[in-house]
């Protein structure tokens, strides 16, 4: 949702932000009181962030809030699934796989990937 380019920040994206993240309950245990209040302003005074500085603010704290709420299974997809997934794809373009390239974008293999390097963790 929020990359490094220039993003434009409406009120109903920080309030689903917001929502999700007390759903989860990481509002509370990561974000500081200061944080809070500045998401909380925000979604009362604006409707469409057009401050660089407020955009940059925001984005800083909707980035900790998403990177909070992500799943086990998603950071590990993230982290070590894509790479497992990269490495079999190439072994198998060596051994004569056509169709292996397709692998590594595949969403399903690098979830069965992770899911089976999870389980070989102690």
Request: charged share 25%.
């Amino acid at each position: 949702m929020l990359g490094a380019r220039r993003t434009l920040l409406v009120r109903s994206q920080i309030v689903k932000v917001k929502t999700r993240a007390l759903r989860k309950g990481v509002w509370f245990r990561v974000l500081t009181k200061a944080e809070r209040a500045c998401v909380e302003l925000s979604i009362v005074v604006v409707e469409r962030v057009r401050s660089c500085l407020l955009r940059r603010v925001l984005t800083s704290i909707l980035k900790k809030l998403e990177a909070a709420m992500e799943s086990r299974v998603q950071r590990l997809m993230r982290e070590t699934g894509v790479r497992l997934a990269s490495k079999l794809s190439q072994i198998a373009q060596k051994w004569g796989n056509e169709s292996a390239f397709l692998w590594a974008g595949d969403s399903g293999f690098v979830q069965y990937l992770t899911i089976n390097y999870m389980n070989e963790l102690p």
